[in-house]
């Protein structure tokens, strides 16, 4: 689905779940965890190795992917109808 800040830009956002994992490791260049089934390691636009868990969010804009707790998600962004 596609969102944007409440007050900026747009950017193309996906949800890790259990269901998409896979996928949402394919678009990102995500490396699921073989240590931990729920979770996926992902080099950030900034070069920061983060940790991706079920229910965070997954942002891409120019500069690269971004990860988002589902909290700040809601309180961040809304989506783009």
Do not use: H
Request: aromatic letters at 12%.
């Amino acid at each position: 689905m596609k969102v944007r800040p409440k007050v900026s830009q747009e950017y193309e956002a996906r949800q890790f779940t259990k269901v998409d994992a896979a996928s949402v490791a394919l678009w990102c260049n995500g490396v699921l965890a073989a240590d931990n089934l729920n979770c996926m390691r992902l080099v950030t636009a900034d070069g920061a190795l983060r940790i991706v868990e079920y229910g965070d969010w997954v942002l891409q804009d120019e500069e690269g992917f971004y990860v988002c707790k589902q909290d700040e998600f809601d309180y961040l962004y809304e989506e783009v109808k």
